[in-house]
């Protein structure tokens, strides 16, 4: 059973920046895609950035340009660098570790409890 717990959030003004951690526990977090996603009050949980085991890289919109996730398979992290941050990305932050099944035919999803980022004045 793979275990994620977040770090780093809390509240930041406009324009700040906030570095968030996710730490794997358990399974091999080199094999698995691991992601960030938010959810807003009221609104549906999006994909902010993901980066996959050989280290490519995707992000949605909502994380183009300012946003640029990492990870550190020796220290099983996976990491979100947040800049200009802009109220709307009042959200809570959850980490997603993806394992690819039967060939990458399906795969399991875990999650972490999240971490909430609040940027306000």
């Known amino acids: 059973q793979v275990q994620l717990v977040e770090s780093g959030g809390g509240l930041v003004q406009p324009g700040g920046s906030l570095r968030l951690s996710c730490i794997a526990s358990?399974?091999?977090?080199?094999?698995?895609?691991m992601g960030w996603y938010r959810q807003a009050p009221g609104k549906e949980r999006e994909l902010v950035a993901s980066?996959?085991?050989?280290?490519?890289?995707n992000y949605a919109v909502v994380g183009q340009a300012r946003f640029t996730i990492s990870r550190d398979n020796a220290k099983n992290t996976v990491s979100l660098e947040m800049n200009s941050l802009k109220p709307e990305d009042t959200a809570v932050y959850c980490c997603?570790?993806?394992?690819?099944?039967?060939?990458?035919?399906?795969?399991?999803?875990?999650w972490g409890q999240g971490t909430q980022v609040t940027v306000s004045s």
């Open positions: 997603n570790a993806r394992e690819y099944l039967n060939y990458g035919r399906t795969y399991r999803d875990y």
């Open positions: 980066i996959t085991s050989r280290g490519t890289t």
């Open positions: 358990g399974g091999i977090f080199s094999a698995y895609t």
